[in-house]
């Protein structure tokens, strides 16, 4: 089972501001990755380390982190922004092993 | 603009071994970490696991009895072997890769490559 835990789904109105959460004991020591996932496509890193984006990604994607849980905020969601979403991070082993949330499904309303 | 391409075959008979090969370019793979993942139809994504370039391995304790992962420099190339595989190991295979990280994230993919294991 995953060590990472996210909401199903979420939905946001456009130009809104949505929340996606991703919940585990290893991020208590380690910073979660997100990844936007859309239909057929492969996924696409939209947030890394304490807060950074990937050169292209647009600054309405903001990371976050406390205690257990971290955070991915969409500022202004878009109609762009509907996919699937995933936070990956290190497993609670403490042995460089990786472990990816369940998942969560962003509709923009 | 480094660039991943999966290649290998797309359908496996059960019990034999998958063997998948991701191919990088537009950059060397002397350098990172080099991660496999997949994804069964409609479900989410699964960590398999990754190599650095030096040779060293770390894998999904889930799958590490089946699993090895290679690196060839020389051909800019990283392997994938999943052994004794069943249906539940059909899914749409990612070779990725971590420029920015030290192994904590995956900026580079690969388009992807589905694998059916089925006789």
């Known amino acids: 089972s995953s060590e990472l835990t996210q909401d199903p789904a979420v939905s946001v109105a456009l130009g809104q501001t949505v929340r996606i959460t991703c919940q585990g004991d290893?991020?208590?020591?380690?910073?979660a990755s997100w990844y936007q996932q859309k239909p057929g496509q492969a996924p696409v890193l939209v947030i890394y380390?304490?807060?950074n984006r990937p050169s292209g990604i647009p600054d309405r994607f903001s990371g976050s982190s406390s205690g257990n849980t971290a955070s991915l905020t969409i500022t202004g969601a878009q109609a762009e922004d509907e996919a699937d979403y995933y936070c990956?991070?290190?497993?609670?082993?403490?042995?460089?092993?990786?472990?990816f949330g369940t998942g969560t499904k962003v509709t923009v309303l | 603009q480094v660039q991943l391409q999966e290649s290998g075959p797309g359908l496996v008979k059960p019990s034999e071994t998958l063997s998948l090969t991701c191919t990088v370019s537009?950059?060397?793979?002397?350098?990172?970490?080099w991660s496999w993942i997949r994804q069964p139809p409609g479900k989410g994504l699964e960590w398999i696991g990754y190599i650095y370039y030096s040779g060293s391995t770390n894998y999904n304790p889930s799958l590490k009895s089946r699993v090895t992962i290679s690196v060839d420099t020389s051909k800019n190339q990283f392997s994938l072997k999943l052994s004794s595989v069943t249906a539940a190991d059909t899914a749409v295979y990612y070779c990725?890769?971590?420029?920015?990280?030290?192994?904590?994230?995956?900026?580079?993919w690969g388009q992807g490559t589905l694998v059916t294991v089925s006789s």
């Open positions: 290893s991020l208590r020591s380690y910073y």
């Open positions: 380390g304490k807060n």
């Open positions: 537009g950059g060397s793979i002397s350098s990172y970490y």
């Open positions: 990725a890769g971590d420029p920015y990280c030290g192994g904590d994230c995956l900026g580079y």
């Open positions: 990956n991070s290190r497993d609670s082993s403490g042995n460089h092993l990786y472990v």
